[in-house]
């Protein structure tokens, strides 16, 4: 087990929100008596017919299950999302950010659709290529600062974009840039519109009891 070595002082784990049950939550809420022990959900849509159209096997609900669950066992979590799913337009995919900022969640992980070759996306993106709304460099740097300025300040960005070798892609790289390289541009891009995230985000109203 990883625990057990003497230079490990924690894990981060990445898995599915259905694939959590109680039972191993618990164990996980003993470990983080010790250790640091952090879950990362793949939630990456809010909308079902998005999570049904890539054959992800669960639905929003799920995730928003897991996750308040994890938060209520004392364990910080985090969710990966994906932008330019088929089916979904950009005004969708923005308007999902209020849903995310209402869970209890420490981070979030930001991801461009990526179509790699030898895949069921291939062959759907090929077949359907007008369902796909995918982003140039440009669109993609005023969007996720769209999407970060509607975004709960108390949740930290650990992730901007996603990068994966062009030569395993279908769909165009941004001339190649590593994302070092792309995380440059969003802060640039961000100092010239003098914005920040959470600077349009609106904290619910308390109601008094």
């Known amino acids: 087990m990883a625990l057990q070595h003497d230079k490990v002082i924690g894990l981060v784990i990445g898995t599915r929100p259905d694939c959590l049950p109680d039972e191993l939550l618990q164990y996980l809420s003993s470990l983080a008596k010790q250790y ?40 910080p979590c985090g969710a990966h999302l994906i932008f330019g799913l088929p089916g979904e337009s950009r ?15 420490k981070t979030v992980k930001f991801h461009q659709l990526q179509i790699f070759r030898n895949t069921p996306m291939e062959i759907l993106f090929k077949q359907n290529p007008e369902e796909f709304e995918l982003f140039s460099l440009d669109e993609y740097i005023d969007f996720i600062i769209d999407f970060a300025e509607r975004l709960n300040p108390d949740i930290v960005i650990e992730r901007f974009a996603g990068e994966a070798p062009p030569k395993q892609l279908v769909s165009i790289p941004w001339g190649k840039l590593r994302y070092d390289a792309v995380l440059q541009l969003i802060e640039k891009r961000m100092q010239q519109r003098n914005t920040w995230q959470g600077k349009n985000y609106k904290r619910p109203v308390e109601k008094k009891p």
């Open 91 to 105: 005004h969708q995919m923005l308007d999902s950010v209020d849903e995310i900022s209402k869970l209890p969640l």
């Open 36 to 75: 640091y022990i952090m879950i990362e959900f793949g939630v990456e849509s809010i909308y079902d017919h998005s999570l049904a159209r890539v054959n992800r096997g669960h639905d929003f609900a799920q995730s928003q299950d897991a996750i308040k669950r994890t938060a209520a066992a004392g364990l």
